[in-house]
């Protein structure tokens, strides 16, 4: 069969069914055009990787890998797919560490999931000291997987606790914590109900994770740090309220993503109330 025709017979959109046939012929989807035929072997396993898809199954979870940025990481059942709005904050975290502390800065990645953030940073930017923290024993190994080779040290911890012997010494905290309302759960698509509950959900207003990160973020950091923490896109102005209600931020704002969507918080932690007073 050519491969034009095993693509179409999926009934797919062919973006996706192209790169599951990549993946059945274990070749990169650049290579795909210089296939020339398709076995009946592989054209069945094609049409059963179709047929799962057709059910609601991410299309990540069925080639078992995702691209995010300049990286790609291993994803499956028990690990947050990686989506493409949190490239940009990945990129604002980038032109903070450029503009600021560079190959000397102390990162943390919280709720850092397959380690897709992780991953890009120390990728684009290698040289500062990386740690990125995550709850879920079964988002571990692929945690674990993913940062081999990096640089980046991952550590199994709650958020609200973790990396204590760092405190007030971070440059920089970046976070995609889980932020979807409870209330909405009805509402959402098959495909997204695949990724953990903990990595989706969070209370019944989608702020209970954030709230821990104003906390956390406020003792990691050093004064002057900074911290990013993407949000839902109804949490344009309730995010941003999180941190100025804390106390201890500066230079609060919120971004947008490509779509015009709300979509993360930035803020910087304020100078110690007595830096700069002179000791009697
Ligand atoms: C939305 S996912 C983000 C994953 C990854 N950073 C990304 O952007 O693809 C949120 C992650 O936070 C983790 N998580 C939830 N509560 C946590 C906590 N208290 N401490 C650390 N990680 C937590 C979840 O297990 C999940 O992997």
């Given at each position: 069969?050519?491969?034009?025709?095993a693509?179409?017979?999926?009934?797919?959109?062919?973006?996706?069914?192209?790169?599951?046939?990549?993946?059945?012929?274990?070749v990169?989807?650049?290579?795909?055009?210089?296939?020339?035929?398709?076995?009946?072997?592989?054209?069945?396993?094609?049409?059963?990787?179709?047929?799962?898809?057709?059910?609601?199954?991410?299309?990540?979870?069925?080639?078992?890998?995702?691209?995010?940025?300049?990286?790609?990481?291993e994803?499956?059942?028990?690990?947050?797919?990686?989506?493409?709005?949190?490239?940009?904050?990945?990129?604002?975290?980038?032109?903070?560490?450029?503009?600021g502390p560079?190959?000397?800065?102390?990162?943390?990645?919280?709720?850092?999931?397959?380690?897709?953030?992780?991953?890009?940073?120390?990728?684009?930017?290698?040289?500062?000291?990386?740690?990125?923290?995550?709850?879920?024993?079964?988002?571990?190994?692929?945690?674990?997987?993913?940062?081999?080779?990096?640089?980046?040290?991952?550590?199994?911890?709650?958020?609200?606790?973790?990396?204590?012997?760092?405190?007030?010494?971070?440059?920089?905290?970046?976070?995609?914590?889980?932020?979807?309302?409870?209330?909405?759960?009805?509402?959402?698509?098959?495909?997204?109900?695949?990724?953990?509950?903990?990595?989706?959900?969070?209370?019944?207003?989608?702020?209970?994770?954030?709230?821990?990160?104003?906390?956390?973020?406020?003792?990691?950091?050093?004064?002057?740090?900074?911290?990013?923490?993407?949000?839902?896109?109804?949490?344009?102005?309730?995010?941003?309220?999180?941190?100025?209600?804390?106390?201890?931020?500066?230079?609060?704002?919120?971004?947008?993503?490509?779509?015009?969507?709300?979509?993360?918080?930035v803020?910087?932690?304020a100078?110690?109330?007595?830096?700069?007073?002179?000791?009697?």
């Amino acid at each position: 069969m050519r491969p034009s025709a095993a693509i179409r017979a999926t009934g797919l959109p062919a973006h996706e069914a192209r790169q599951l046939l990549a993946h059945v012929l274990g070749v990169d989807l650049r290579s795909l055009p210089l296939v020339p035929r398709v076995s009946d072997a592989d054209a069945a396993a094609l049409a059963a990787l179709a047929a799962r898809r057709r059910t609601g199954e991410p299309l990540q979870h069925l080639t078992g890998r995702a691209f995010f940025r300049t990286v790609e990481v291993e994803v499956g059942p028990g690990v947050f797919v990686p989506r493409p709005e949190t490239e940009l904050l990945a990129g604002w975290a980038l032109d903070v560490l450029r503009a600021g502390p560079g190959a000397s800065a102390v990162v943390v990645e919280l709720c850092a999931g397959s380690g897709a953030i992780s991953r890009a940073l120390a990728t684009e930017l290698p040289g500062p000291e990386y740690h990125a923290v995550e709850l879920s024993g079964e988002a571990w190994p692929y945690l674990v997987r993913n940062l081999a080779g990096t640089g980046v040290r991952p550590v199994l911890a709650d958020m609200a606790q973790a990396l204590p012997e760092l405190d007030g010494r971070v440059d920089l905290v970046v976070v995609n914590p889980p932020y979807v309302p409870e209330s909405v759960r009805d509402t959402l698509p098959a495909d997204v109900l695949h990724d953990p509950d903990l990595a989706l959900f969070a209370g019944s207003d989608g702020l209970a994770a954030l709230r821990v990160v104003v906390a956390a973020s406020a003792r990691l950091l050093r004064p002057g740090g900074w911290v990013g923490a993407e949000h839902d896109d109804t949490h344009g102005a309730t995010a941003p309220a999180l941190f100025a209600a804390h106390g201890g931020f500066t230079d609060i704002a919120d971004h947008r993503d490509l779509l015009g969507r709300d979509r993360f918080v930035v803020a910087r932690r304020a100078p110690r109330p007595d830096a700069g007073r002179m000791t009697p």
